[in-house]
């Protein structure tokens, strides 16, 4: 290897691992929001079934509680999503790939980075879409430079609550956008990772 492309490694290696500080504290922001949205559900539903338990003294369940639960569940995955990236803790088969030498597991996780990247550029890409289908907002010519399409013929809301449902959407495409930009990083630290020989190096 020349020396040029030494000295390029040597100052690549910083930089990405000064990106990959910003983008944990960001990630891990995101993932404590999603925790208290789940922290939320969870006290609404026990108050919703032990108001359903207590209907002969006059309590009832929370309005909704169904529809708190659906949407506040999807804010949530989208939530934890990039730190889970970040910290590769999906789920994986690791029977095979351990006993493999450190630089083709280097090169499955490379492998492994991208093809979640271009799933996640995939989620980011059609939630964008649904997002421009509930947002009711924008003149034509803007929604038609962002992809939105014609706008709906009135605001689509959620039954019982009447949320308006590009809110929800909009939450959930900060965290796909996030998951995206993250999964980006994670195939540069791969990549550098798979020429440096092993993971973590």
């Not at 991208?114 to 947002?135: N, Q, S, V």
């Amino acid at each position: 290897m020349t020396l040029a492309l030494e000295r390029d490694r040597g100052l690549a290696r910083p930089l990405e691992r000064r990106i990959g500080l910003r983008l944990e504290r960001i990630d891990r922001r995101l993932a404590y929001f999603g925790g208290f949205i789940l922290a939320v559900i969870a006290v609404v539903t026990v108050a919703s079934i032990i108001g359903r338990a207590l209907l002969p003294f006059g309590l009832g369940p929370i309005k909704g509680d169904f529809e708190i639960v659906e949407i506040g569940c999807a804010i949530a995955v989208f939530s934890f999503l990039p730190l889970a990236q970040l910290r590769r803790a999906h789920v994986t088969v690791d029977i095979f790939v351990s006993a493999l030498p450190a630089r083709a597991r280097a090169f499955l996780g490379l492998l492994g980075d991208t093809l979640i990247a271009i799933a996640a550029f995939i989620i980011l890409w059609r939630l964008w879409l649904g997002f421009g289908e509930k947002f009711p907002y924008g003149a034509e010519p803007l929604r038609a430079f962002l992809g939105f399409g014609p706008k709906p013929f009135f605001a689509e809301t959620s039954y019982e609550l009447e949320i308006p449902m590009w809110i929800p959407f909009g939450l959930c495409l900060i965290g796909a956008f996030l998951f995206f930009v993250t999964s980006l990083y994670t195939v540069w630290r791969a990549l550098n990772w798979t020429i440096a020989g092993q993971e973590g190096g």
